[in-house]
Structure formats: structure tokens, C-alpha cells
């Protein structure tokens, strides 16, 4: 219970327009424990932050999982978003992110089929952490970790009281164990299951999408060769 109260701490906000994309990027991040929100849009994206609630109003009628009040609740420790999107591009919310005194401080990764150089160095002097190229993998996702535990030291330094609660609680099962801290438990047997799950997803992705034959990771090159 503790190792989930610690993992729920990281809430990632996906950004795609493609359902098969927001589907994998999900399935990712909660096999690494994470509580993953998907929205289809920049402009769903900044509503769910609270930014420009009323700028896509008009073409966006309908929010099914995105309000205003929920995001009060709910903090956000990292955002990973599609660069080619309609209406609004991923370099686009990544600007918006970047120029809120609020918001500013939350990691933006952008990830995109297409290795255009330009458009990654673009992104990264605008601010975003890491700019990766689809289909995302679970190792790239083992990237992000450091990203998302700064931005919890940085707003939720009372997580950490949570968590000793929690543990004196489970002290008994903890010492049976002799596990004197909860993540690398969760590192561990994290693994196992990213490592199984990548080849399926992947697999699944790369026939389903069928979109682009340049959907090759230039940078993981012994990666690609799995594929």
C-alpha cells in the first residue's frame, strides 16, 4: 500500500491526437505505476490545467474527462504531448506551459514519428526535457522518472510525512521483508512487467498505425533492429 501511495504521487498528462498513441503512452506509464490522464488536443490539455478555459470553448463543446474543478485536485509532475496535432501543436502547448509562472516548472516531453533535427532542437531551447521519437518505449519512459521526482520535491515535500505514516503503520510487514525503502521494490518488479509489455505494445502499434515508414528510432539503433 505504500509503494502505491508513493507511485499515485506521479500524475502524467498525455497529449495526442491518435487513440492508438494515447492508448500505448498510457499503458506504459501505469505499468510503471503511474496515473496517467489522456486528452486528444492542446487545447483539452491546457483546460484540464486550468490555462485559456475559455480559448477552445467554441470548437470543443464537449470535455468528457476534462474539467476545470478536477485540476484543482489534481497535480500534474510531467506532460508528454504529440508534436503534430491539429488545431494546436505540440510546440505550440509546450510555449503555452512554459509562459504560465504556474505551470512552468512542469516537465514537457514532446514525441513525434518524424526526425526532423530543427524540430528538435526547437523544442528543447523552448524547454521541453526530452524530445523522443514514436513509438515510445518503456525505456524512454524510465527516463522521465528523474523529471517527475523533481517536480515532486519541488511542490510536495508533504508527501514524505505521508509516506513514514505509512510505513510505521506497515512496520511489522516491513521488517518481515527487511525492505528499508519502498522504490527500488517497485523499480524491480517494475521491470519484469515493462519489459513483457514493450515487445507486445510496440508490435501492436507498429501494425495498427501503419502511418509512416519512417517510424525507425535513429537514436536507438540496436533498438530498431528489434523491431
Known amino acids: 500500500m505504500g509503494m502505491a501511495a508513493a507511485d499515485l504521487q506521479f500524475h502524467v498528462l498525455a497529449v495526442d491526437d491518435s487513440l492508438i498513441d494515447r492508448k500505448l503512452i498510457e ?3 501505469k505499468i510503471s505505476s503511474c496515473q496517467v490522464t489522456t486528452v486528444e488536443s492542446g487545447s483539452k490539455a491546457l483546460e484540464f490545467l486550468g490555462l485559456q478555459q475559455e480559448h477552445d470553448e467554441q470548437n470543443n463543446p464537449n470535455q468528457p474527462c476534462v474539467s476545470p474543478s478536477n485540476q484543482q485536485e489534481v497535480e500534474v509532475n510531467l506532460i508528454i504531448t504529440d508534436y503534430c496535432m491539429p488545431g494546436m501543436t505540440g510546440y505550440d502547448l509546450l510555449k503555452k506551459i512554459k509562459e504560465s509562472s504556474s505551470l512552468r516548472n512542469i516537465p514537457v516531453v514532446i514525441m513525434s514519428s518524424e526526425n526532423v533535427p530543427s524540430r528538435i532542437s526547437r523544442c528543447l ?7 523522443f521519437l514514436k513509438p515510445v518505449r518503456l525505456s ?3 527516463k522521465l522518472r528523474p523529471h517527475m521526482k523533481k517536480t515532486k520535491c519541488k511542490s510536495h515535500k508533504q508527501v514524505e510525512p505521508e509516506i513514514i505514516v ?3 503503520n506497515q512496520e511489522s510487514i516491513e521488517i518481515a521483508h527487511v525492505v528499508p525503502s519502498q522504490p527500488p521494490q517497485t523499480e524491480s518488479d517494475t521491470v519484469q512487467q515493462q519489459q513483457s509489455q514493450a515487445n507486445s505494445n510496440n508490435k501492436r502499434k507498429a501494425m495498427e498505425e501503419n502511418l509512416s515508414p519512417d517510424r525507425t528510432r535513429p537514436r536507438f539503433s540496436s533498438l530498431t533492429t528489434a523491431l
Do not use: S
Open 125 to 131: 531551447e523552448e524547454g521541453a526535457e526530452e524530445f
Open 166 to 168: 505509512t510505513e510505521e
Open 140 to 142: 524512454d519512459v524510465n
Open 27 to 29: 499503458r506504459l506509464f
